[in-house]
């Protein structure tokens, strides 16, 4: 990069408020490193923070928002191996602290003194993104190769998302699975489901539009969870038997409860997607976990490791479909526009290219 380059172009949020502004170009310490962004992703988290804002987040804070994204490391300081410079990466976003029990078993993102990027650390949403120290020493840069394009490299985040929740569920090849919620979440569950060996895959959703969208994605079969005649339905595709794995991406304790049911004998249920605060569900099926030898758990966020795994099944053309769930694509100008797209939910996942004649 120039070295005369003193500024950089930001879209920087502040109380409910993100607008594009020119910005003093972050300039690594000696244990830090630059990351030139080639494109970063809006994730539902940028959109709830725009509109609710973040408890890690003070008012009359300026950040710089985004933490799924892809790009080059340009530049680091004089303690960090060089050799990274030039690098193409992608970022898990959450860095531990490196001390407590979580981050010795290598679950940064459930560190109680995490940070993030996008949160309390300046984010993707930018021409540069700084890289702290931390997330060096703790291996938060995954190489992806040149030949992955950009519209899928930018996507390993939410992906190794999905990969890890499925991973935590033991999915085996052969398998039967039932995505529950067919928003982006879903979709890349769905994809990479299939990329681990999934051999029949169930999208759940009660839109119609949706539930069409998900068989363009690879899912089997596309049902409504409010049927009369869903469990027919379940049970006629599975012989009789129930799903192996169920991944609910759907934010609603129904969802959840009607996963849970959906299980077969030793089947395994993630409740992916946090629910709203009021939203809960009574009458836990404890018998029913109980005597089907049922495993219900929950994952939230990735690590480097899961990072790796989906570069991995990308760099070797598993997830080519990805793609596809890009709709939009702004250039950094037009962050409001951005965000109201991804605000409104008629598509899937839109991206944000800092260099307007970049091509994505």
């Known amino acids: 990069m120039s070295s005369s380059a003193k500024t950089m172009l930001a879209a920087i949020y502040m109380d409910g408020n993100i607008e594009v502004k020119e910005t003093p170009l972050p300039r690594p310490d000696r244990e830090e490193a630059l990351l030139k962004v080639e494109t970063a992703a809006l994730c539902a988290t940028d959109i709830k923070i725009w509109q609710r804002g973040h408890r890690n987040i003070a008012p009359g804070t300026e950040t710089i928002l985004g933490h799924e994204v892809v790009g080059q490391i340009v530049e680091a300081g004089d303690r960090v191996d060089q050799t990274i410079v030039g690098t193409r990466v992608v970022i898990p976003p959450n860095v531990g602290c490196g001390i407590c029990p979580a981050c010795q078993a290598g679950w940064d993102s459930y560190c109680p003194d995490y940070k993030a990027y996008g949160i309390g650390l300046n984010g993707s949403l930018a021409e540069y993104m700084l890289l702290s120290s931390s997330s060096i020493s703790r291996g938060n840069l995954v190489t992806i190769p040149d030949h992955v394009p950009t519209r899928i490299a930018a996507l390993a985040e939410p992906t190794s998302c999905c990969y890890r929740g499925l991973q935590e569920c033991e999915l085996k090849a052969g398998e039967t699975v039932m995505i529950t919620g067919t928003g982006p979440m879903g979709i890349l569950s769905i994809i990479t489901a299939r990329a681990m060996g999934a051999s029949t895959i169930i999208a759940v959703d009660p839109v119609a539009e949706r539930r ?8 089997d079969y596309a049902l409504d969870p409010g049927a009369g005649s869903f469990n027919e339905e ?3 595709i599975t012989g009789g038997w129930g799903v192996d794995v169920v991944m609910v991406t759907a934010p609603f304790a129904k969802a959840q409860l009607q996963g849970i049911k959906a299980a077969a004998i030793g089947g395994r249920i993630n409740l992916f997607a946090g629910l709203a605060g009021d939203d809960t569900f009574t009458g836990f099926p404890a018998n029913l976990v109980h005597y089907r030898g049922l495993k219900v758990i929950g994952t939230t966020g990735t690590t480097p490791r899961e990072m790796r795994m989906v570069t991995n099944l ?10 596809d769930v890009v709709t939009a694509v702004f250039p950094l100008s037009d962050i409001q526009k951005a965000f109201e797209e991804a605000r409104r939910g008629s598509g899937l996942k839109v991206l944000i290219v800092p260099n307007e004649r970049a091509k994505v």
């Open 212 to 219: 069409e969208k998900s068989k363009a994605f690879q899912a």
């Open 234 to 236: 379940l049970l006629d």
């Open 314 to 323: 990308m760099a070797g053309n598993r997830l080519e479909q990805l793609k």
